[in-house]
């Protein structure tokens, strides 16, 4: 990270290809480097063209910088600005470091955490960080952690993936031609990433956060007569039924939403909903099991977690606090919107 | 404790008193000091009169010792006999050392910690415990995880309140004359079920952690749909029934809800949905829901707030936490032909289960 000129001048680069960056400086915060109103009173501007998005199948590490593999479609200079873009201000100042030590943390923790996390679907360290070619795996990483779907193409956003994340923020401005984030803000200016919940935020990005939102882990169970596996995790369309299908003898739900603090009826509606469709399931009981079941894993984790010394023990620790205080907001159902559908005839 | 020879020369001396106490030993095992058969492959007798027990407001302090305070109800001697029983196997043994040092450890916790137990209703500190004397209440605090409760009295059993305690084993058994025994073969430790209680109100009276399979609710206030909640936690005497639900004043009164029940998951919102009959308009699920919406966040909170804590203590509460939110999850369904009526559910439990 170079000096407070160094930044501007780096931003007038950026205009120049078309980018926004107003009233922000990056400096260090209680998330770590972030991104701060200069003067709170005035809003703050940014915006990234689409033409200066980088699909990450273009980024590559060219003795140990990351690169754009091919510029030729960006415009001149571009390559180079983004270079020293990720050399100073996102892989080079902290965002290698900090996938390192949060991976290397993770592979670090004894076998049984492991492989329970590997059971509920969390996380796989033989593929994750296998560590054959540990620098490219640590790229991979951490552009997961910073791209985003725009156009039916990952890509990384230079400038606004400086931004940290808060879960009662405002998601990024995707409506026009480029991604904007823009508005006043008393603090530091934070974004909502996307829709998680609190233990994938966690093994996805390596922090935690109170999610509003919690999806079930992965795992099969006995409903009655039938098996049913349940596919953890979810976020792109948390407030649509989840799928729901039969394969074989087995029921197959996917993803489905077990609690959210700003819609507590919600999650219950939808999975009677998505039961609809299926004979000899009884809604309730299976939401109640698929609760039961993730508590039980959580707490198996947080025992096992127990006397585990380090920053990413603690870390995960965190996050099975957050997930057993994000799954308890499930509160009733929406009898409106599940009578409306009853009501509604089929159409041919 | 003394010697094996002591040991026998004290059971016969109960005997001689009208108690029962065959093929038992005393010595450590894995709860600390319990009672193990001589012979597995024999039944063991334990069995304490009723003119043996001994109410606990008749225990005192004297000299250190834990003595019957007025033993004229009592067979000649029985209350020597008792004074060495307590010294030997029980108080002395490592009754008052083992209390003591949960009681010490439960104040050296940081004040956060202790505020939000007594928030909760878990602990009373040392100046709300009813004597001045900090001896005489670890005596009181002892007795009571020792004492059979019957008709509004705490009673010390000799002998037998040396018998440790397992959720899955049975309860002391009733004799007919008002006494109370342990019998039967025993592959290992003797073991009985205490009394009803959940993990945590388990490990806070009585000093150890247990898997319970049943979770009442902490003692808790909110707000839900703009209705003042006021739920008085605690249970166990009567699990099986309804809890009752009223309205005082502005508030609604949830008294001891049963929240979760391993051995019946469908029987906590079962009862919680006949109790909520007496309150018309009452959506009972979504107050069911919204009571282990707190409970849970009340565990959590106390979780985060034990994290940096070093000691035994933090540690037993950690796992009681961890035990308790184990406990609340076993939950699943409710019957539907049993909540318009209730009256024969005491019968039917075993039936409730899943």
């Not at chain 2, 002395?92 to 209703?121: I, Y």
Request: net charge negative; aromatic share 8%; charged share 25%.
């Amino acid at each position: 990270m170079g000096s407070a000129s160094d930044w501007h001048a780096f931003l007038d680069e950026f205009r120049t290809f078309g980018g926004k960056a107003e009233n922000v400086m990056q400096r260090k915060g209680a998330f770590g480097m972030g991104l701060f109103p200069i003067d709170p009173a005035k809003p703050v501007d940014l915006f990234i063209p689409d033409e200066l998005l980088v699909s990450i199948e273009h980024i590559e590490l060219r003795g140990g910088e990351v690169v754009i593999k091919d510029d030729n479609s960006f415009p001149a200079g571009y390559g180079d600005w983004f270079r020293r873009y990720q050399a100073n201000y996102s892989w080079g100042a902290e965002g290698r470091e900090n996938t390192l030590a949060f991976e290397e943390g993770l592979k670090g923790l004894p076998d049984s955490i492991g492989m329970m996390m590997k059971r509920v679907g969390l996380y796989n360290s033989d593929n994750r960080f296998p560590g054959t070619d540990p620098d490219q795996e640590l790229l991979n990483r951490f552009i997961q952690t910073r791209c985003i779907n725009r156009k039916d193409r990952r890509v990384i956003m230079p400038m606004i993936d400086l931004l940290n994340h808060a879960p009662s923020a405002k998601p990024y401005d995707m409506s026009g031609d480029g991604i904007a984030v823009a508005g006043l803000h008393d603090g530091e200016v934070l974004v909502k990433y996307s829709v998680s919940d609190p233990i994938r935020r966690l093994l996805g990005y390596g922090f935690n956060a109170p999610e509003t939102l919690g999806f079930s882990l992965s795992f099969r169970l006995q409903h009655r007569d039938r098996l049913v596996v349940v596919q953890g995790g979810g976020g792109r369309q948390p407030l649509q039924p989840c799928g729901i299908e039969l394969k074989d003898d087995r029921v197959v739900l996917k993803q489905p939403l077990l609690a959210s603090s700003t819609s507590p009826k919600m999650p219950r509606t939808l999975l009677i909903k998505a039961c609809r469709s299926l004979e000899g399931i009884d809604a309730h009981e299976l939401f109640e099991q698929i609760h039961q079941r993730n508590a039980q894993a959580l707490v198996q984790m947080l025992r096992e977690l127990q006397g585990v010394e380090g920053d990413v023990a603690q870390r995960l620790r965190n996050g099975c606090f957050d997930q057993l205080a994000a799954l308890s907001h499930h509160i009733g159902q929406r009898d409106d919107l599940l009578a409306e559908e009853a009501a509604t005839p089929a159409v041919a | 404790m003394g010697s094996t020879g002591d040991w026998h020369a004290f059971l016969e001396e109960f005997r001689s008193f009208g108690g029962r106490a065959e093929n038992v030993v005393q010595r450590e095992g894995p709860f600390g000091l319990g009672l193990f058969p001589i012979n597995p492959t024999d039944p063991v007798e334990l069995m304490v009169p009723k003119n043996l027990l001994v109410p606990a407001d008749n225990v005192t302090l004297r000299d250190g010792e834990a003595v019957i305070q007025d033993d004229s109800a009592f067979p000649h001697g029985y209350a020597d006999w008792f004074r060495r029983y307590q010294a030997n196997y029980s108080w002395g043994a490592e009754g008052e050392a083992s209390v003591t040092r949960f009681e010490t450890g439960l104040q050296q916790l940081p004040d956060d910690v202790r505020g939000a137990l007594q928030h909760l209703k878990l602990y009373a500190t040392e100046e709300h415990l009813p004597a001045t004397n900090m001896r005489e209440n670890m005596l009181r605090r002892f007795l009571n995880s020792r004492c059979l409760g019957r008709q509004g009295r705490l009673l010390v059993m000799p002998i037998v309140e040396l018998v440790n305690h397992s959720p899955a084993a049975n309860n002391w058994e009733t004799q007919p004359d008002g006494g109370v025994a342990v019998t039967g073969e025993r592959s290992g430790e003797v073991l009985v079920k205490y009394s009803n209680a959940d993990p945590l109100r388990r490990l806070m009276g009585y000093g150890f952690n247990a898997l319970e399979p049943l979770a009442f609710s902490l003692f808790i206030r909110f707000v839900h749909n703009g209705q003042q909640v006021l739920v008085q936690g605690g249970g166990g005497r009567h699990w099986f029934q309804p809890t009752t639900i009223e309205q005082k004043n502005n508030t609604l009164v949830i008294h001891q809800p049963l929240l979760g029940f391993q051995h019946g998951r469908r029987l906590p919102l079962t009862l919680f949905l006949s109790a909520c009959r007496a309150v018309p308009g009452l959506n009972g699920r979504e107050m069911f829901e919204r009571l282990h919406q707190a409970n849970t966040e009340a565990l959590v909170n106390l979780l985060r707030r034990l994290e940096p804590v070093r000691s035994d203590t933090a540690d037993l509460l950690r796992n009681g936490c961890l035990n308790q939110l184990l406990a609340l999850s076993h939950h699943v369904g409710h019957r539907f032909d049993l909540v318009p009526n209730l009256k024969e559910i005491s019968d039917l439990t075993s039936s409730l289960a899943n």
